[in-house]
């Protein structure tokens, strides 16, 4: 079967540095996307990888290992602002559609 | 670029009742559009994939003939919620992505563009 894990909630301190990690088991793999989604608003794109390793967008980080199925987001210099739920999604066998599977969801809360 | 319109952002109808929702790629020619819906602190779950000019394709468990999906231009989408009822209650997100766009840039993400969604109450 098809199943994308990431963690329900994490809690972290303004200037912090908090990893998100996600494990996904999918019918195929063509890329991973990371969004962030405040509540009651849509997802915004923040990060994309197909191939392993680390791609760094100023304060967040996206890693993929390919081999073991296995994702993490970096968020670094939190803020405020950065309180949000942040979706793990995989884009599963290669289709000219491009359909997302998503997980649950992590719950970023940021304290002062 | 890439900005995706939903319309209405709300709307609280009564039971029985069908709800059209509108999903609008404003700078750019979706080929495909996705339809989501999310409950309360849960994922976004994919209903169905629309190609412009061709029938959706509904995800299993999604009932067709409940949720109609047409996809007339290359610009609009849109969600028909027929005899609604207080379980179909949910945000309604809708995405779109630009295939032939995606596809001539190199190293393009492919990435899909969410609207604002909308949120149906049914009474």
């Known amino acids: 079967g098809q199943n994308i894990d990431q963690p329900t909630e994490m809690t972290a301190t303004e200037g912090a540095i908090v990893q998100i990690n996600c494990t996904y088991q999918t019918s195929g793999f063509n890329g991973l996307f990371w969004y962030q989604q405040h509540a009651g608003e849509a997802p915004t794109f923040l990060s994309y990888?197909?191939?392993?390793g680390l791609e760094e967008k100023g304060r967040f980080s996206s890693f993929l290992s390919r081999s073991k199925g296995y994702s993490y987001l970096l968020l670094k210099e939190l803020q405020m602002k950065d309180s949000a739920s942040y979706l793990c999604?995989?884009?599963?066998?290669?289709?000219?559609?491009?359909?997302?599977?998503f997980g649950a969801g992590t719950q970023v809360v940021v304290t002062p | 670029g890439a900005v995706v319109s939903q319309h209405p952002s709300w709307v609280i109808c009564k039971s029985g009742t069908s709800v059209k929702i509108e999903c609008r790629s404003l700078d750019f020619q979706a080929t495909t559009m996705f339809w989501y819906r999310q409950f309360p602190k849960q994922s976004l779950m994919l209903m169905a994939t629309?190609?412009?000019?061709?029938?959706?394709?509904?995800e299993q468990g999604v009932e067709k003939d409940k949720f109609l999906i047409n996809h007339a231009s290359l610009t609009l989408s849109t969600l028909t919620v027929t005899s609604a009822h207080p379980e179909d209650s949910s945000f309604y997100i809708c995405s779109a992505r630009d295939l032939t766009r995606d596809r001539a840039i190199r190293g393009s993400t492919d990435t899909q563009y969410f609207g604002p969604g909308t949120r149906l109450t049914v009474l």
């Open positions: 999604a995989v884009r599963g066998a290669l289709d000219s559609w491009g359909k997302l599977q």
């Open positions: 629309s190609n412009e000019g061709s029938k959706a394709t509904y």
């Open positions: 990888n197909v191939l392993d």
